[in-house]
């Protein structure tokens, strides 16, 4: 930090004996100094000696630059040296009292890439007719890195409009019109109204600086013309100040318990500062040679001292002696409690030296394949699981097993110390240096969730939980330990990688743990193809990994439901997605009577159909069936595939061969979702080549046809629509309902988005609603749950997600933080009233807009639980009771919140 070049602005300082001292002192430490009257954006520190209504002041926020006082500059001078800017940063929280620093707040968001500026996603147009203002509110939205347009263009969408007194141009009703005052209430928020700066700009020239008499130094918080539209812009901008006020608040509290953990500040105080002199070991090596193994621990233990580091090869022979299950009961416990020792005297993040040492150490002696191979070995070895690094006695003694327990256990302390120690900002050098970093990532894999560590882990937790339930009560208590530590660890791991990459890109960590709760959750279905409820129902909820814990959930129940051809659609997932798409989902599958027997049908049976229907001529004695003799309801080559993987099916609806695609359909054991090599199904080929008898016969005959499947993004749907089908694309309208709509290709485009004529889009809505109508009396006619193991594990993983996707956006029951969001009644009716699409067109902050969704679901709750279907109702297992509570609680807290009674957190 101290080498990067400082390049400086000065606004509202009037006095030219202080400013030219500034100057100086900024020249003499090796700074450069920017001059002129406007802000510039290669600016990286504005001084003011306190807020003033300045387009630099303005600018700079929005640009997140550094705004400090003179007093940086002038200390920095006198140690010859840059200081750290933090305690000289201007606070705006001072004259607010109560109230977060927005000044600080930005230069945070842009420094960890949340934002790229506090007007980002703003498009604006400004119809300004005062050149000279124009430009400086124009540059002032640039620095925040808007989109300013000085005419309208005809193709682009505006999200604000910012007028003065005469405008050029009629404006949109539907964009909200913005002033410059309220551009400073969206960079400072509450801390505005304590800024009391003047609403006119002063008119006394000679009040200005020399340098500074432009629009860089007069009160650019002038009072512009806004256009009366609805909602109401002061209501929204309160709205929009609370839901960021409430995320800072949780972002500062959930930063805050990432470091209260005590017990370890023990090993930060012990860490040595120096080295002491060389220890003379001799004798415990003398001790070994010998075969005296806890002797020569014990004099080990005795020379342990901080900064003391027995050789690795010593620590080795030790650790082989440990693996090989000769070793006493007394040697095992004592290892460990030297492990602990030499930890505790050379704390591996204060040196990297310590760090290569313990990775030296912490190693199979056989192998040297590093910690991971050392952990996975131990977790294997408790398993009884041949797949170790080596050889090992089998099976282990108890007390061996009760050794590897300790080495778990000593190893996840040193990944949760580590952990620790990089949230304190206490680790030496990079992240990746630590132990924790180089176990589980190569230099190579570092910008990879899923390095091959990591999926080693995965698929070790998911046996694990396999092997934890085959035992008797007597092992259950040893297997369940077992199985937290791998998910101690996993939290660990997931939480390290997350915190290095979560400032400086965000997007990368929202894309790869969901990349990691899919894998998982293939893993999980690979393993129990019978979606066994005991497995899956341990699994998940007991992740301690709260964003992972979601995502997986999430690719889980994704997974059922396409197991199920139930479509949920590819948007993101929320909480209006849960209690809408997914509910919905589940409310189909409670229909779902469990699948038949996959055994092939006796010869006795009859078949479901024939060669009756054929063409006229065909019946005449002495004919043939085409199909061959003996086999007269096997086509031929049904199970065959062309050059493109192709089979018959796909042909037959190619060719809209309706009669051969019924006996396919009639064969047992058909996949009627089978894809070629392109990845198309045959219900793709007969929405392409546009066969509606084809399409009928699929939607007619086949219960578990998936509507869903899309290939680049193209569902049957978009395939229909894109050539011209529209008979077949109401036909898939009327049977799958408006869920097919909200499928979206890689362009985005959902399938209304294809259709450009008003009233053919007002039909296929029509057809998307009268298949809403028809799943639902399908539903209402059945009360009772048909395959209750299969609702009964997507209630679980549905209350699962739910509860831990309110921890994870600290929505109400999700236990928030130290300073609880209280809605006022009135901004809660206007959310609910204008929704919150329309609401938070133009916020910069992307969670506080989602927030804003979040809670528009919550405050409509009522119709979505009245939706809920009968059969769910009425289930006697626990966890769709459990679920259909946890849906009843939310309609009350929405209730409340809509009385004014509710809050968020705790």
């Known amino acids: 930090m101290s080498n990067r070049k400082r390049i400086f602005q000065i606004s509202g300082i009037k006095d030219a004996q202080r400013k030219g001292q500034l100057l100086r002192a900024i020249k003499q430490v090796g700074g450069t100094y920017i001059g002129g009257p406007i802000y510039k954006e290669s600016t990286t520190h504005l001084i003011v000696s306190q807020a003033v209504p300045s387009e630099k002041f303005l600018a700079a926020c929005a640009g997140g630059k550094w705004i400090v006082t003179p007093e940086y500059v002038l200390d920095s001078l006198k140690l010859n040296t840059w200081l750290p800017e933090a305690l000289y940063e201007v606070n705006l929280s001072i004259q607010s009292l109560g109230f977060t620093n927005p000044v600080q707040a930005w230069r945070e968001k842009v420094a960890r890439g949340v934002v790229s500026g506090a007007f980002q996603d703003w498009v604006v147009l400004l119809n300004v007719v005062d050149i000279k203002r124009r430009d400086t509110i124009s540059r002032i939205l640039k620095a925040g890195r808007a989109v300013v347009y000085l005419e309208k263009p005809a193709s682009v969408p505006m999200t604000h409009v910012i007028n003065r007194h005469v405008v050029e141009h009629p404006l949109d009703d ?224 108890p007390e061996l097993i009760s050794f590897h327990g300790d080495l778990q256990e000593f190893l996840l302390r040193l990944f949760q110390l580590e952990l620790h120690a990089v949230n304190s900002g206490l680790v030496a050098g990079a992240s990746w240096s630590t132990i924790l970093g180089s176990t589980f990532w190569t230099v190579w894999e570092r910008s990879a969730l899923s390095s091959k560590a990591m999926q080693q882990l995965v698929e070790l937790l998911v046996e694990a939980y396999q092997w934890a339930q085959s035992c008797t009560e007597v092992e259950a208590v040893h297997r369940q330990r077992l199985v937290l530590r791998l998910q101690e660890v996993l939290e660990v791991v997931v939480e390290f990688w997350c915190q290095a990459h979560s400032a400086l890109n965000r997007p990368l960590v929202e894309k790869s743990l969901p990349d990691l709760g899919e894998h998982i959750a293939i893993l999980c279905l690979g393993q129990v193809s019978d979606m ?20 997986t959930a999430d690719a889980l129940y994704r997974f059922v439901c396409r197991r199920n051809t139930i479509a949920t659609g590819t948007e993101a997932l929320s909480l209006r997605k849960i209690v809408s798409t997914y509910l919905k989902a589940l409310g189909s599958l409670c229909v779902r009577r469990p699948a038949p027997d996959p055994s092939p049908r006796p010869q006795t049976e009859p078949a479901l159909t024939s060669c009756a229907s054929q063409k006229p001529g065909s019946g005449s004695k002495g004919s043939v069936c085409p199909y061959g003799p003996g086999k007269e309801n096997i086509p031929r080559g049904l199970n065959r595939v062309n050059a493109a993987g192709e089979t018959l099916l796909h042909r037959a609806c190619k060719r809209d061969q309706v009669e051969t695609l019924l006996h396919i359909l009639a064969q047992p054991g058909t996949d009627v979702n089978v894809k070629d090599h392109a990845g198309w199904t045959p219900l793709h080929e007969a929405c392409n080549h546009g066969s509606p008898a084809c399409v009928r016969a699929l939607l007619q005959h ?15 749907l978009h395939d229909a629509l894109l050539n011209g089908h529209l008979l077949i694309a109401k036909m898939l309208l009327q049977y799958g309902g408006s869920a097919l709509l909200e499928l979206r290709d890689n362009s985005g485009r959902t399938p209304l988005d294809l259709v450009t004529a008003a009233t053919l889009r007002q039909d296929l809505q029509q057809c998307a609603a009268e298949g809403d109508s028809s799943l639902a009396r399908a539903a209402a006619a059945v009360c009772d749950v048909q395959d209750l193991a299969l609702v009964e594990t997507c209630s679980c993983l549905l209350a699962c997600l739910l509860l831990s996707y309110q921890q994870e956006r600290e929505l109400p029951g999700g236990g928030g933080g130290d300073s609880p969001l209280h809605l006022p009644p009135r901004l809660a009716q206007a959310l609910l009233t204008h929704g919150a699409t329309a609401v938070t067109g133009g916020w910069a902050n992307a969670k506080a807009a989602q927030l804003a969704h979040d809670l528009e679901t919550l405050l409509g709750m009522g119709q979505y639980v009245g939706a809920l279907s009968p059969a769910l109702r009425r289930c006697q297992g626990p966890h769709t009771g459990l679920l259909v509570q946890l849906l009843e609680d939310l309609e009350a807290e929405g209730r409340l919140l809509l009385a004014g009674g509710a809050a968020l957190g705790v």
Not at 532 to 551: G, H, Q, T, W
Not at 702 to 716: F, H, K, Y
């Open 702 to 716: 086949s219960p578990t046809l998936d509507l869903s499947s899309q290939v680049g993004g193209v569902s049957p």
């Open 532 to 551: 066994a409820p005991d497995f899956l129902l341990e699994l998940i909820p007991s992740m301690l990994c709260s964003p992972l814990r979601v995502v």
């Open 174 to 397: 539907a964009v909200p019109c913005a002033s410059m005052r309220q551009l400073a209430l969206h960079l400072f928020g509450k801390s505005f109204t304590g800024l009391k700066w003047p609403v006119h700009q002063p008119r006394n020239p000679s009040d200005w600086d020399v340098e500074d008499m432009d629009s860089s130094s007069e009160n650019v918080i002038e009072e512009t013309e806004v256009v009366e539209h609805t909602p109401d812009t002061g209501l929204l901008s309160r709205l929009e100040n609370k839901m960021e006020e409430y995320i800072f608040y949780v972002e500062k509290w959930k930063q805050k318990r990432k470091l209260l953990y005590p017990e370890f500040q023990s090993f930060y105080l012990s860490c040595p500062t120096s080295k002491r002199g060389p220890t003379d070991l001799r004798n415990v090596q003398s001790l070994l040679d010998c075969g005296f193994f806890p002797q020569a621990l014990e004099e080990l233990q005795a020379s342990l001292h901080p900064g003391v580091l027995p050789p690795a090869p010593l620590v080795l022979s030790l650790v082989r002696h440990a693996l090989e299950g000769a070793a006493k009961p007394y040697f095992l416990s004592m290892f460990c409690t030297t492990l602990h020792s030499i930890l505790r005297n050379n704390s591996p993040w204060g040196s990297a030296t310590y760090a290569k040492y313990f990775q030296q150490i912490l190693q199979c002696p056989e192998c040297k394949k590093g910690v991971w191979s050392l952990l996975s070995t131990s977790f294997r070895v408790c398993m009884s699981s041949a797949a170790t690094c080596h050889s090992l006695p089998s099976p282990a003694r």
